[in-house]
């Protein structure tokens, strides 16, 4: 039989209407849950003076954000010396400065109708090797390093919550080192088959270093990321190696989505580690590369001609990286430093059917629009079908006189000069979008993409 713990006396096996007022209530409450039960909380505020450990199968909920806070004790303070954390050195990594805990190997947990703040402690949530977790209805708030912070976690959904401040940067137990290590809103190690949406990422701190990211991850696989606005330091850092089949779409990304590292091993079976698409993309700095088997389409890149410093996309590595790279039916407005720019040799580029226009920039900008290693086999480039419109100042296509060796076709080239480096010769191909661009994307769909302009929805009161 399910049990439904609302107050002190229902450990003992009794219950009463009124959900859990006070915090050796909740404390007693999760000591005592077996799989299947639910804790209510009143709205109030919980101050723990250790973490709140949580069985399989257990529902934590609040009366709503804002109303039902989480926070700790003014007598407890987590260990600053620990971060950052050692990120895959479990025996080393210090469990004890987070909030909530699910129990390791821990299943269908869900904790919703909170708020969840330090400033204290190192997040709100650690999980370990645990499965069909559910967050949802939450504000994280405030922390250390990592709002939700995961190991191993497996079908997974987070969902519908509001992350604010909820990291910093961190080197030998100091905060803000330029240098450091980063936290993150949601922080996850080796996730499999979760979901991640509709969720805010806000930063209101303005130190260049006390900043966070809003999805860190390492290992990501079959995972969805899609309809979350996020505008923290990175939107999106998963970098390392092992990433399959992770799909990041209908996002607002006010920074930069960072997926390098050794171009990030050999492309799996479905031939995608990364589908990222129908995203409205803010920062010149877009997309932080190099990996193999990535497709970037349908996305809109929105760029300010004052903040012009970024390439959208970028990768100072060193090491060759087989490809490929599939990137079309992109709209791209105002690409700062260019379009590409690759440091390392790369192979199996193909880029079609985009609409790229170009205006002065702040810095006067005069670099090729794409820009490779002269390594790099360019027997495998193709660029074919776009349309890339240099207005008001001529910029070159390449960078180089290699990267002319690639097969350029059928592109409609206006203000483009460097055009004796290449033959572009006509098709009867459709040159430009395939299909015209409209899409909603950021939480609840609040921003419409229409071509090349953006409505956002007006909050209702």
Same mark, same amino acid.
């Given at each position: 039989?399910?049990?439904?713990?609302?107050?002190?006396?229902?450990?003992?096996?009794?219950?009463?209407?009124?959900?859990?007022?006070?915090?050796?209530?909740?404390?007693?409450?999760?000591?005592?849950?077996?799989?299947?039960?639910?804790?209510?909380?009143?709205?109030?505020?919980?101050?723990?003076?250790?973490?709140?450990?949580?069985?399989?199968?257990?529902?934590?909920?609040?009366?709503?954000?804002?109303?039902?806070?989480?926070?700790?004790?003014?007598?407890?303070?987590?260990?600053?010396?620990?971060?950052?954390?050692?990120?895959?050195?479990?025996?080393?990594?210090?469990?004890?400065?987070?909030?909530?805990?699910?129990?390791?190997?821990?299943?269908?947990?869900?904790?919703?109708?909170?708020?969840?703040?330090?400033?204290?402690?190192?997040?709100?949530?650690?999980?370990?090797?645990?499965?069909?977790?559910?967050?949802?209805?939450?504000?994280?708030?405030?922390?250390?390093?990592?709002?939700?912070?995961?190991?191993?976690?497996?079908?997974?959904?987070?969902?519908?919550?509001?992350?604010?401040?909820?990291?910093?940067?961190?080197?030998?137990?100091?905060?803000?080192?330029?240098?450091?290590?980063?936290?993150?809103?949601?922080?996850?190690?080796?996730?499999?088959?979760?979901?991640?949406?509709?969720?805010?990422?806000?930063?209101?701190?303005?130190?260049?270093?006390?900043?966070?990211?809003?999805?860190?991850?390492?290992?990501?696989?079959?995972?969805?990321i899609h309809h979350n606005t996020i505008e923290a330091g990175f939107s999106i850092e998963m970098p390392f190696e092992g990433d399959q089949d992770v799909e990041i779409d209908h996002n607002i990304l006010r920074t930069a989505v960072s997926?390098?590292?050794?171009?990030?091993?050999?492309?799996?079976?479905?031939?995608?580690?990364?589908?990222?698409?129908?995203?409205?993309?803010?920062?010149?700095?877009?997309?932080?590369?190099?990996?193999?088997?990535?497709?970037?389409?349908?996305? &809109? $890149?929105? #760029?300010?001609? *004052?903040? +012009?410093? !970024?390439?959208?996309?970028?990768?100072?590595?060193?090491?060759?990286?087989? %490809?490929?790279?599939?990137?079309?039916?992109?709209?791209?407005?105002?690409?700062?430093?260019?379009?590409?720019?690759?440091?390392?040799?790369?192979?199996?580029?193909?880029?079609?059917?985009?609409?790229?226009?170009?205006?002065?920039?702040?810095?006067?900008?005069?670099?090729? &629009? $794409?820009? #490779?290693?002269? *390594?790099? +086999?360019? !027997?495998?480039?193709?660029?074919?079908?776009?349309?890339?419109?240099?207005? %008001?100042?001529?910029?070159?296509?390449?960078?180089?006189?290699?990267?002319?060796?690639?097969?350029?076709?059928?592109?409609?080239?206006?203000?483009?000069?460097?055009?004796?480096?290449?033959?572009?010769?006509?098709?009867?191909?459709?040159?430009?979008?395939?299909?015209?661009?409209? $899409?909603?994307?950021?939480?609840?769909?609040?921003?419409?993409?229409?071509?090349?302009?953006?409505q956002v929805k007006v909050a209702e009161k």
């Amino acid at each position: 039989m399910k049990q439904h713990i609302i107050c002190m006396l229902a450990i003992s096996g009794s219950a009463f209407a009124a959900p859990i007022k006070t915090t050796e209530a909740l404390v007693a409450a999760a000591q005592a849950t077996t799989e299947g039960s639910t804790i209510e909380l009143a709205a109030g505020t919980y101050a723990l003076s250790q973490p709140l450990d949580l069985n399989s199968g257990v529902k934590l909920k609040g009366a709503g954000i804002g109303k039902t806070i989480i926070t700790n004790a003014e007598t407890w303070r987590a260990n600053p010396a620990t971060l950052p954390d050692p990120e895959t050195n479990l025996e080393k990594f210090d469990r004890s400065g987070y909030l909530i805990r699910c129990k390791d190997n821990a299943k269908n947990i869900s904790i919703s109708g909170l708020t969840i703040t330090g400033p204290q402690m190192h997040g709100a949530i650690f999980g370990m090797s645990n499965e069909r977790l559910n967050f949802y209805d939450l504000r994280i708030e405030n922390f250390m390093y990592s709002g939700i912070r995961t190991y191993g976690m497996k079908q997974v959904k987070i969902h519908d919550c509001t992350f604010v401040d909820a990291g910093q940067r961190w080197e030998n137990g100091k905060p803000g080192i330029k240098g450091g290590i980063t936290g993150g809103g949601i922080f996850a190690i080796w996730m499999s088959d979760t979901e991640i949406w509709n969720n805010r990422f806000l930063v209101t701190k303005t130190a260049p270093n006390e900043h966070y990211y809003g999805i860190k991850g390492r290992e990501g696989r079959r995972c969805h990321i899609h309809h979350n606005t996020i505008e923290a330091g990175f939107s999106i850092e998963m970098p390392f190696e092992g990433d399959q089949d992770v799909e990041i779409d209908h996002n607002i990304l006010r920074t930069a989505v960072s997926i390098p590292k050794f171009a990030g091993g050999p492309v799996p079976a479905s031939g995608r580690t990364f589908h990222i698409h129908h995203n409205y993309f803010q920062d010149s700095y877009s997309v932080e590369f190099v990996r193999n088997g990535v497709e970037i389409d349908h996305n &809109l $890149f929105d #760029f300010d001609v *004052k903040k +012009d410093g !970024g390439n959208l996309i970028s990768s100072f590595g060193h090491a060759p990286a087989t %490809g490929p790279c599939l990137f079309h039916n992109n709209l791209v407005s105002n690409p700062g430093r260019g379009v590409m720019w690759m440091n390392e040799p790369y192979a199996k580029l193909t880029v079609r059917n985009n609409h790229i226009i170009t205006r002065p920039t702040v810095e006067n900008r005069m670099d090729g &629009l $794409f820009g #490779f290693n002269e *390594k790099s +086999d360019f !027997g495998t480039f193709r660029f074919e079908n776009n349309i890339i419109e240099c207005i %008001g100042k001529d910029r070159p296509l390449f960078r180089n006189d290699a990267s002319g060796k690639s097969t350029v076709i059928n592109n409609r080239l206006s203000g483009v000069s460097d055009l004796a480096r290449y033959e572009n010769d006509p098709s009867k191909a459709v040159i430009g979008l395939e299909a015209p661009l409209k $899409f909603n994307c950021g939480v609840n769909d609040e921003m419409t993409v229409d071509g090349w302009k953006t409505q956002v929805k007006v909050a209702e009161k």
